[in-house]
């Protein structure tokens, strides 16, 4: 970027293009559509699993109906992709995550849901264990220890099973080594060429997933936490490398997560790659943001602006809970 050439003051008066909104409107360096942004959304296969998720209030897990009526929402205001996450039979969970490659699973029932409905709309999927996993990790653990190569045999299962029930947009959150490439050749060689990887390339093991886990019902079963797969927060030059990494193997776009938290890392990922970059504004930035709107401490206002802020920091897109929210202010 040039260094802006200042003239002395008073030549130069910043306030002079501040002071109206004209003025205002016409210096004004970023934008956020409704093309923006991808709307995750919580899909129950439980009865009476639908309904409010206190941790994030304003948020419905939703039956398969719920799910086509968020898609003729979206579609109604121009939100491009949803994003499907399960909330699974606890029942069903077991060790060897079976039920991550069962097309009849509530995923993959919700992927051809929303694509009778919504055709137009893309749909990006999750690819990781642990809405099916006993152990509530994101891979297959034996002795306690999370297993890389079998884990990403199981997710290739898993992602061509997505691929096969219409998904247009895989999102592997798994953080495993050497997924993408799998996922890729897998994809190529079995004639899904078009299917796209949303890689969850520079994901931190953060406690702002809190209300997530809440929301699929992984909390209770977590044993231990995802820091020898999901990344330290202090690391910036590892990100750049995850993200080269899951580019190089074949990742159409890359994803920075949580949101507000690592904008720097967001800035540089766009910089260094000029790749499409996303970010998500992860649960627990949800509920904060939100927790302190409701109690009156922060207005409204806050929402729009922590979205601008991703496009600031260069973000192509934002996955947020406030997407249909947002999508109808800016309609
Ligand atoms: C799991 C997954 C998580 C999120 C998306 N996919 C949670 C985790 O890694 O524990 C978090 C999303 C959010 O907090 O909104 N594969």
Redesign the pocket.
Known sequence: MPDPILAPFPATRLRRLRRTPALRALTTETNLTAGNLIW?IFVTEIAGGEGEIPSMPGVQRLTLDGAKRAAETAMRLNIPALCIFPHSDPDQKTEGCERAWDPENIGNRAIRAIKEVAPDLAVMT?I?L?PYNANGH?GLVRDGVILNDETVEALVRMALVQAEAGADILGP??MMDGRIGALRGALESHGRKDVAILSYAAKYASG??G???DAVGASGRLVGD?KTY?MNPANREEALRCVARDLAEGADMVMVKPGMPYLDICREVKDRFAAPTYA?Q???EYAMLEGAIRNGWLGRGVVLESLIAFRRAGCDGILTYYAPEIAEMLA
Do not use: E, L, T
């Open positions: 995750p999750d990781a642990d994101d959150s798994d702002f997933y209300p997530f886990r995802k999901q998500y992860v649960s627990g």
